[in-house]
């Protein structure tokens, strides 16, 4: 005799209407009201030591130059090492560079872990300082772990609820998926993107706070707030809405997209640090003698709210701010944005769709408007009226020093981009796009940040 | 003014019924009777002067063997070359290896056009040659196009029905994604699995023939007559219906594969052909000493049907026939397949979904038992009422010589599997895994011919 299986439902029907619901809730949580997260958040600032400190790189402890290759990398051979990539694309103003890129093959997790409190969905945020947030802290997922973490190379304290994410008691899985991370600074980077809701009781900790998604909403319009890797985890929920329809249907958009992958043929090319022409290397850092893109340095971190209370390390440091913005256009009564598909060298299968404008537009300021990225100036040159959402976020503050990018949702009109947009641009609606964000390989983590605006509230559309 | 704008359904919700529509007419189609069709097949083959021969490789035309790398390469630079690759897997009886590999960066298409007779869905496939199938001659898509062979490196005569495929005048696209070739034998190889509706009317041409869904079903049940290329492209059909539920939703078994994926970690480098340790070369075939897995060899071809009337290129022959199978149980009234999270070197992200068994048992057969692929024995030993299906098919003959492959179902008992299978294997529906195959890096090659032969109506669950 066997016993009667229960089978499960295979699509969660309920889970897109509690995640609305969760995301109309914008005032306050059952912990707290939002007038009062700004205030939490300074005292969890206070609570904890924190100074960061330029070194220089052989200032680092348990980090160096290898022998040989020149890469930067720590003595256990764990975390993460900065190698170098040379890369032919064989179009675009830049054809091909050399450049330093970190290698980091393990998948992290970023999860959020979510519990209902009132018949209300709540999200367990953890107020985090990392060294390269521009403020320091920010809020971060439940959990932010690398792989070194939670097998213990790091030789810290255990990371906060892991549990509810790993082994046979963990609670109940609605989102689990490999993201890509930056393509022009990490080297086939991704993690994994989770979300899952506790079965029983959770504390919460100090330093962590449910949320609702309103709530988070309400503090993605602030600059630097919410973290890279929470934001990245809520561009994954199954959140959209129906609508009516599209300019083009799921099957063209994912066709046009499988063109522009198959047009890029490019050579990426793994080689020592030492070894790339370009960039010359002083005491504090490796740059280019022009200054663009970014610089690698060195920092030592003391704190007393991380896994270990002090440590130093490697970070790379872009060159000025960011303009990542996607142009939102009414077709036919939806609202429709324009996404492009980027070729970016680090990423695994070549090219994601990333936001209209994704560029530092301090590197392209010597160039001639035509080989400057299209439609910067359109974002650049938009009237107040015409944005519909502007924010300042900062990058992962575990590589990345002030890697503050300014985040736009920029209203255009039919004259302005027509239906037909120029080559590896096309039209999208936020409910297609967020369809592929269940899956890897298809938005980049930029897309991203701009899509978890529209999933929680901080932006909306037409 | 702005013209108003006809938004499109961004899923096309009929799809699915005229695909299984097309798949219930087995007996004949608009162009001929089923019972007809291997006279037909038989026809064309004497239609066509065709023959193979094994030749040394120095007797190759346009492919020599690259001073330096040894690497066998063709003097355009172009269509493909075969490399040399070593892998560290760290785990498994053979942790790691060196190996020759085909390198072939190009995606190209594999293209099934359709078009509605008297209601019902035809699919125009054509019967083509290929110097490694087993019988010359097998049923391929409309379209099975390198890029070398579209954009004219070939030579030959144009792709016939490209124009449906690619270009402003293109039919409807129901279907472009791009797939995963094998990965024990391709480095990082996919191309694009396209179905197309054609809009317009659409003469076949001699060696092309309208067949519906269920005529291919039927010749599904025969060995090697659908060929490698169309067996793929069917796998990607949206033709699932519904189920009422499975022991996984679906969001667990992505979390599943995210977590097997994330479990390995290989190395995996490319090296010359000449400093592949472990093989040995001939004037005819690069192999190892003991014969296991494949040889490398040269054949020269014969043709009047295919693009150019005769060529010699290198093929890959495996050593011995394949066993391919997932076993099938019935799960709560629902049939699971029983999946495996299966690494392979050449796959661009190192993990896809393969059928329970994947192997060719004449490279364990001198392990002990308990180092034998898991399964293999109970699919070998199972008795003929068990076996829901079996066919042999071949892989991509333009490739692979002799490829062949037992493909089978066979139906287990919940004593034989339990429902936590072992670690590395899960159950999942046809339609769970029906919906990943939508999307590119969750199927493998054989599994997804499996899926075709249920896509098709060759095999039925129970």
Redesign the interface.
């Known amino acids: 005799m ?1 016993a ?9 029907g309920a889970l897109p209407h509690r995640l609305r619901r969760s995301a109309a809730q914008t005032d306050e949580g059952h912990m707290i009201r939002t007038a009062d997260l700004l205030g939490w958040l300074a005292d969890r600032a206070r609570a904890h030591r924190f100074t960061v400190d330029r070194i220089a790189f052989d200032e680092l402890d348990g980090w160096s130059f290898a022998p040989g290759t020149g890469n930067l990398v720590h003595h256990t051979g764990r975390f993460f090492s900065v190698e170098g990539l040379s890369v032919t694309l064989g179009e675009g103003t830049v054809p091909s560079w050399e450049q330093p890129i970190i290698r980091q ?3 992290g997790i970023l999860g959020i872990l979510v519990k209902e409190f009132d018949g209300v969905l709540h999200f367990l945020l953890q107020a985090k300082m990392e060294p390269g947030n521009p403020n320091q802290l920010q809020l971060s997922p439940t959990v932010q772990a690398t ?1 070194s973490n939670y097998t213990g190379v790091h030789r810290g304290a255990e990371v906060p609820y892991l549990e509810h994410f790993t082994g046979p008691g963990r609670g109940r ?6 993201q890509s991370e930056h393509g022009s600074w990490f080297y086939r980077k991704s993690n ?1 993107n ?1 979300l899952v809701e506790a079965t029983g009781e959770v504390v919460p900790r100090a330093d962590f706070c449910w949320l609702t998604l309103g709530q988070i909403g309400e503090l993605l319009r602030l600059d630097n707030v919410v973290n890279m890797d929470c934001r990245t985890v809520i561009a994954c929920l199954p959140i959209a809405a129906g ?10 958009l ?2 046009w997209f ?2 522009e ?2 047009r890029w ?1 490019p050579t990426i090319e793994c080689k020592p640090l030492a070894a790339v022409a370009g960039w010359e290397r002083d005491a504090y850092c490796i740059r280019r003698p022009d200054g663009r893109y970014f610089r690698l340095v060195a920092v030592s971190v003391e704190a007393s709210s991380r896994e270990v209370s002090s440590w130093s390390q490697p970070l790379i440091e872009p060159t000025g701010t960011g303009v990542t913005a996607f142009l939102v256009r009414d ?4 609202p429709h944005l324009l996404v492009q598909a980027k070729a970016e060298a680090g990423l ?2 070549k090219v994601e769709l990333a936001p209209t404008v994704q560029c530092n537009p301090a590197n392209s300021a010597h160039l001639p408007a035509a080989e400057r990225p299209p439609f910067l100036d359109l974002v650049l040159a938009a009237p107040p009226e015409r944005i519909r959402y502007e924010a300042r976020h900062s990058e992962e503050g575990g590589r990345f020093l002030n890697a503050e990018s300014r985040y736009l949702l920029v209203d255009v009109t ?1 004259d302005e981009v027509a ?1 037909q947009p120029p080559a590896g641009f096309q039209w999208a ?1 936020a ?2 796009l967020g369809g592929l964000a269940g ?3 298809y938005l980049n983590v930029q897309a991203r940040t701009l899509l978890s605006c529209l999933h929680a509230g901080a932006a909306r559309l037409p």
Do not use: F, K
């Not at 009667?4 to 969660?12: F, G, I």
């Not at 609508?243 to 063209?252: M, T, V």
């Not at 077709?331 to 939806?334: D, E, N, P, S």
């Open positions: 066997t009667a299986v229960a089978l499960r439902q295979r699509v969660d093959p393990e998948n792989r899985v609605h989102i689990d998926v490999l994994r989770m609508e009516p329809g599209a300019l083009h249907s799921d099957a063209e994912q066709s499988t063109v992958r198959s043929d077709i036919g009564g939806v695994l299968d039919g239906l609606t409910g297609q899956h890897g390989h």
